[in-house]
C-alpha cells in the first residue's frame, strides 16, 4: 500500500516527526527502530545510499542540531515510499 500522505517540507517535518531520529540511535532502541518495514525496505531498495546517510546520522551526537534535521528530513523522504503513512515512521 503506497503512503498515503504527502512528503512533509523540511521545516513541517521539525515539527512533526516525533520518534523518527530514532532509527539512528546507537543503542538497543535504535537497533529495534532499524528492523521496521519502511527502514529495512529502504535500505533494500538503495543499499549505498541510504546506508551511508544511516551510517552518517548514527554518528551525529545531537540528532537536533541544524545538519542532523536535514539530514533527517533526506532520510524520510527516502523512507516515506516504503511507509503506510507518516504515522508509521514517526511513532
Not at 498515503?4 to 532502541?29: A, G, R, T
Request: proline share 3%; net charge negative.
Amino acid at each position: 500500500m503506497p503512503n498515503v500522505d504527502p512528503v512533509l517540507k523540511l521545516e513541517e517535518f521539525k515539527h512533526h516527526q516525533n520518534n523518527f531520529s530514532l532509527h539512528f540511535f546507537e543503542n538497543f532502541i535504535g537497533k529495534l527502530y532499524r528492523t521496521t518495514k519502511a527502514y529495512v525496505a529502504c535500505m533494500e531498495a538503495h543499499p549505498k545510499e541510504f546506508g551511508e546517510l544511516s551510517m552518517k546520522l548514527r554518528a551525529i551526537e545531537d540528532l537536533r542540531s541544524l545538519e542532523a534535521q536535514s539530514k533527517l528530513h533526506e532520510a524520510y523522504k527516502m523512507m516515506h515510499e516504503f511507509a503506510d503513512g507518516n504515522y508509521e515512521l514517526f511513532k
